[in-house]
């Protein structure tokens, strides 16, 4: 078989060994070097889809998303194959960081999913792909202080942040972030169905709704599961971090795991509660008596989240109270 004049063949031994280095050297962060070998690589066997895909794969973990677009495009024009392609979807990813819908669009189509406008009514070229692909969790800060939340797939690529981040990750309620393609973990509900969790790759669309602290006073799970529906009726969030908040520890985290149990001594990352309670995520207390002092992520505009607080105290002031806001994100 031809392709450009070439006969396909296996890849050469240099082919081989100049991109096993480079995957060694990407292991290790020198992004930079590993890119001059997959380039040398690609001279080497410039009919390989593979060759392409690599340097895609690179330029993805580099964020140069230009570059991974070129890349993958010339990848996925050497695939023997029509569908289910791992390079189609590297290419979905950068297609969506740049905003380039027609291709992200054409890019999830050609690995095989359903889009909108495959049954019949045309999706507009400049808007982003929508797929209403449902509840998913997402690992912030893979790298570094991970940390899964809860939120709502717009996409194969996007994940809007539903939970309320510590601040320790540096998002927000609402925010939109970019998501690698493959699951590393499992988060199983209660009620038996599974969440498959997504690595965080970027920001993708910051949120303008700055995230907030507060100790409350509430004498039952009613009054904390108030303030969670009052936030959520005003288009904004609460939620109790001293009960949806537990440590786990990354091999643990990257694990299939039970979404409201864990606790110990794992250190990292931090990993929110269950989704379909009442409130934008609801909570459960394991056992034991409840404690009435609470810490309370908020978020709220600033000229709002007082009013917020108080309104919930006005609403049962014997069993509420509010103090040491504190804006962190």
């Known amino acids: 078989m031809k392709i450009f004049g070439k006969v396909r063949h296996r890849p050469s031994a240099s082919w081989r060994q100049a991109t096993d280095r480079a995957f060694t050297l990407i292991g290790d962060g020198r992004y930079e070097d590993a890119g001059t070998l997959l380039t040398r690589a690609a001279d080497l066997e410039p009919w390989l889809s593979e060759s392409w895909f690599n340097l895609a794969l690179l330029h993805k973990f580099r964020h140069d998303w230009e570059q991974a677009r070129t890349a993958g495009l010339r990848a996925v024009a050497l695939l023997d194959r029509d569908a289910g392609a791992p390079d189609w979807w590297n290419v979905g990813i950068a297609a969506t960081a740049i905003q380039d819908w027609p291709l992200a669009r054409r890019a999830w189509q050609a690995y095989g999913l359903k889009v909108r406008g495959d049954q019949g009514a045309e999706a507009p070229v400049g808007e982003p792909v929508g797929m209403e692909l449902g509840t998913a969790a997402v690992r912030l800060s893979p790298e570094g202080e991970a940390e899964v939340v809860w939120g709502r797939r717009l996409d ?27 699951p590393r973990g499992e988060r199983v509900t209660a009620a038996g169905p599974s969440y498959p969790v997504f690595d965080e790759i970027e920001l993708w669309a910051p949120s303008p709704v700055p995230t907030w602290v507060v100790l409350l006073e509430a004498e039952a799970e009613g009054d904390r599961d108030a303030l969670e529906l009052l936030a959520a009726d005003a288009g904004f969030a609460a939620e109790d971090w001293s009960s949806s908040v537990r440590l786990l520890c990354r091999a643990c985290s990257e694990s299939r795991m039970p979404s409201d149990e864990g606790e110990g001594d794992h250190l990292d990352p931090h990993d929110h509660s269950e989704p379909g309670h009442p409130g934008p995520l609801g909570h459960r207390t394991a056992g034991g008596l409840w404690v009435a002092e609470r810490e309370c992520g908020l978020a709220a505009p600033a000229g709002l989240v007082r009013g917020l607080l108080d309104g919930w105290v006005a609403d049962s002031p014997d069993t509420r109270a509010w103090r040491d806001l504190e804006e962190v994100c």
């Not at 194969?156 to 493959?182: N, Q, T």
């Open 156 to 182: 194969p690529a996007r994940i809007e942040v539903l939970s309320i981040p510590l601040p320790s990750s540096g998002r927000r309620w609402g925010e939109v972030v970019l998501h690698d393609g493959v």
